[in-house]
């Protein structure tokens, strides 16, 4: 039999180099985090207005159409002006121009409408086109 020898057992705790490497990694995992939850909530946020802005669009456009079809004349130059929503500044702009005749009684116009806001630190534009066809008067 092995005599048994006698050892001190010394409880022993974290050294401080691990706490540093521990929290340099918690920290490291932090900031990755927030950095895809950011970029995230800012393309969320992109979405959300491209929906709304491409919502007004169409029926900015139906409306354009509308009025050309009901006998209103083509505006000369462009229209332009701005709306807000959610405290955020769109500006857009819309201009008409004639295409052509199409067999002497109809009209090809060409309706575009660009809408530009800020999204953070970029500018963000979309654009829309729709191509009428409008009786002429007396045919």
Not at 21 to 32: D, K, M, P, Q, R
Request: proline residues 2%; aromatic residues 12%; glycine residues 6%.
């Amino acid at each position: 039999m092995k005599p048994k020898m006698n050892k001190k057992v010394v409880p022993r705790g974290f050294t401080f180099i691990e706490v540093m490497v521990a929290t340099c990694v918690l920290a490291l995992g932090t900031v990755l985090f927030y950095e895809a939850f950011f970029a995230n909530l800012d393309l969320f946020n992109y979405c959300k207005d491209s929906l709304e802005v491409a919502l007004w669009m169409d029926e900015r456009l139906w409306e354009a159409s509308y009025q050309l079809r009901q006998g209103a004349t083509l505006p000369k130059g462009d229209l332009e002006g701005e709306f807000f929503k959610r405290n955020k500044r769109f500006s857009w702009q819309l201009s008409a121009q004639s295409s052509g005749e199409v067999q002497d009684a109809y009209t090809l116009c060409s309706l575009d409408l660009k809408v530009s806001w800020n999204a953070g630190r970029r500018s963000v534009s979309l654009m829309r086109n729709a191509d009428i066809l409008i009786k002429k008067q007396g045919s």
